[in-house]
């Protein structure tokens, strides 16, 4: 039992190390296409960005050898306590470098939340005669992080000489800023007009966040299932099982 166990583990390490849709699996499958001995091992291992921190992944890493310890220990096969604990301390290593930390989840909650706003006040900025650089820092002035904190990236870097496509550009990655990134830079570079698009961009962003939010709704019922079961089943347990069994003890025993 415990070796399929340690072969399960062995298994959900790989399909972590090696994530589908990344092209890791393709590039392992082709000798050809792999960039180095430790390309692939560094790619799959690579947090993702906003991801749990490394003090807290080791210290979940640490729980999940523990666990793997006590496994081992319980069924007496001391011979396989170093392969099953360092196999699942690296498989949670790995996977927690894939869940976003609460503190980035909440910056990113409170951007999608403030951007359609920002873009509407921008929008109306560009409207009254400011170029795109005043309406961005009248929006920052206005704003809390992390908008203000993503507009003042942009504007440093103005004011260090860069170019405003360049400039906001730097923002194209980012789930909420990535379209409107993108347009601004292609409209400073270009001359064309802003507001419109601005004002289609901040309706996208509030039905986006809208639907975001209905989503997180629904599935407050599927995340509150195992702290049910947490709290109910020892209960159900106390009261409906072991009475039973209590008061089938002296019968037995009789």
Not at 16 to 30: E, I, N, Q, T, Y
Not at 35 to 64: F, N, Y
Not at 119 to 141: I, K, N, Y
Request: charged share 20%; hydrophobic share 50%; glycine share 10%.
């Amino acid at each position: 039992m415990l070796e399929w166990l340690v072969a399960s583990a062995l298994a959900g390490a790989v399909a972590l190390l090696v994530p589908p849709g990344s092209g890791a699996r393709r590039r392992l499958a082709d000798p050809a296409r792999r960039k180095g001995p430790g390309a692939w091992w560094d790619h799959c291992c690579r947090p993702v960005p906003g991801a749990l921190g490394s003090e807290a992944r080791v210290r979940i890493a640490i729980t999940a050898g523990a666990v793997g310890a006590l496994v081992s220990l319980a069924a007496g096969a001391v011979g396989l306590f170093p392969t099953l604990t360092g196999v699942l301390a690296l498989a949670a290593y790995v996977a927690s470098g894939r869940i976003i930390a609460p503190t980035e989840r909440n910056r990113r909650a409170r951007r999608r939340a403030d951007l359609p706003g920002a873009l509407e006040l921008m929008a109306s900025c560009l409207r009254a005669g400011l170029p795109v650089r005043g309406a961005a820092a009248a929006v920052a002035a206005t704003h809390g992080d992390p908008l203000a904190d993503d507009i003042g990236i942009v504007l440093a870097q103005i004011a260090i000489g860069d170019s405003e496509s360049r400039a906001w550009l730097r923002l194209a990655e980012d789930e909420s800023w990535g379209l409107v990134a993108r347009d601004l830079a292609r409209s400073v570079e270009s001359g064309t007009t802003l507001v419109e698009l601005l004002l289609t961009h901040a309706d996208r962003a509030r039905r986006e966040g809208h639907a975001a939010v209905v989503a997180a709704a629904r599935t407050v019922g599927v995340r509150s299932v195992l702290p049910l079961m947490t709290c109910y089943l020892p209960a159900f347990m106390l009261v409906g099982i072991v009475p039973i069994i209590a008061g089938a003890v002296p019968t037995l025993l009789t």
